[in-house]
């Protein structure tokens, strides 16, 4: 699972670096013959960005670029998408189980398509639970993995000694019947008390992990008596799936939650986009390219919503950074000279300059998002 301290210390790489992001996808035609497709547009994108290198780094370059192709002949990558940067005393490959499109930079690092994946698959959790304990799961960039620490085990081994303890004094018997009701009841109590425990448990871990949502698995008698001890604001960023044994690998588990967390992700996604363009006004919400820009940069947003995919240029100030789609040659803020920039290259970066959360979306949001300018935001 892709490390965050790892992702935060990639602009200080030096450069000159090559960066590489591969559809690597073993599912995707292209990638079944050999070479690969993903070999084949490696090579042919190098020679165009080879050409426009500077001379004095060519032979840098091409040499980064064989060692890419190298690490792709053996054995073929297993992902659905790589990220690599490679220089002279750097190698780095983040494998990534999630849709990865073609890209070739040279110079500095290039952050951009990862600062979006990372910001369109937020991670979740999933919660195992059942009679026997409750198990913790990460899943984050199409990968789960178990937090082994948060392990929550229920022994019940003394219970049932108690069951078979004689009568506390001599020549007093016990009446089966009666005694095994009572001993039924403390039991169901001593679960009662579990998921209790196990929901406060649940209730910590999302906060402190910032996950969003957050399934609780398992059979029914044991995911609703979680469900109904979580804190209601919880469970307005949660989902139940039930229906199936606690005995189940992690694997399984994936493939289980995956299309669960596309479904909750695409109604949560409408849910605020329909409130975003509801509550417009100015005062607690902004749609639209311009107006969302402007706010952005002057410090009121709180949380942008973007629309997938979403292309434009900008011209943003060399001198003060101010971005808009004004076609005016010089900065209206400082008089700076201005430079055209992609705005999927500047959106992340202004979002993270000014402290904003990103929340990505596709689907009927998408389509309704898309209608109002494409981008919208909360504010402070």
């Keep these: 699972m892709l490390d965050t301290k790892l992702v935060h210390s990639l602009p200080k790489l030096p450069t000159p670096i090559l960066t590489v992001y591969l559809d690597t996808n073993p ?112 899943f984050w960039l199409g990968e789960i993995e178990e937090d082994a620490k948060e392990f929550f085990r229920l022994d019940i081994s003394q219970w049932r000694k108690k069951h078979l303890m004689p009568p506390a004094q001599p020549g007093m018997q016990k009446t089966r019947g009666s005694m095994r009701d009572v001993f039924e009841q403390r039991v169901e109590a001593q679960f009662a008390r579990f998921f209790r425990d196990a929901a406060e448990k649940i209730a910590a871990w999302v906060q402190r992990e910032k996950l969003r949502p957050v399934f609780i698995a398992g059979p029914n008698e044991s995911v609703e008596p979680v469900w109904a001890a979580l804190p209601k604001t919880l469970c307005e960023h949660a989902a139940r799936v039930k229906g199936f044994s606690g005995k189940i690998t992690p694997a399984e588990l994936q493939q289980r939650i995956a299309p669960e967390s596309d479904r909750w992700k695409r109604a949560y996604e409408l849910a605020v986009v329909n409130k975003l363009l509801a509550q417009s006004n100015g005062r607690r919400a902004v749609v639209g390219m311009d107006e969302t820009l402007a706010n952005l940069q002057q410090g009121e947003v709180r949380e942008l919503v973007v629309v997938r995919g979403l292309g434009g240029k900008l011209r943003q100030c060399v001198r003060c950074q101010w971005a808009d789609r004004s076609a005016d040659p010089a900065c209206s803020a400082c008089g700076g000279e201005r430079r055209t920039i992609a705005l999927r290259a500047a959106l992340p970066e202004l979002a993270r300059e000014n402290g904003v959360t990103v929340e990505v979306v596709a689907g ?17």
């Design 27 to 138: 599912a995707n035609p292209r990638n079944q013959r050999i070479p690969s497709g993903a070999r084949i547009w490696l090579k042919s994108r190098a020679k165009v960005l080879a050409a426009r290198s500077p001379r004095a780094e060519q032979k840098l370059f091409r040499e980064q670029v064989e060692r890419v192709d190298k690490f792709l002949r053996s054995p073929a990558p297993r992902e659905r998408g790589m990220v690599v940067f490679a220089g002279p005393d750097v190698w780095l490959e983040l494998p990534l189980q999630v849709d990865v499109e073609d890209e070739l930079h040279w110079g500095r690092p290039s952050l951009t398509q990862l600062l979006w994946l990372l910001d369109e698959h937020q991670p979740s959790g999933v919660v195992l639970v059942d009679r026997s304990g409750a198990r913790f799961f990460r």
């Design 364 to 380: 009927e949001a998408a389509t309704k998002l898309r209608a109002a300018g494409g981008l919208a935001a909360w504010l402070r």
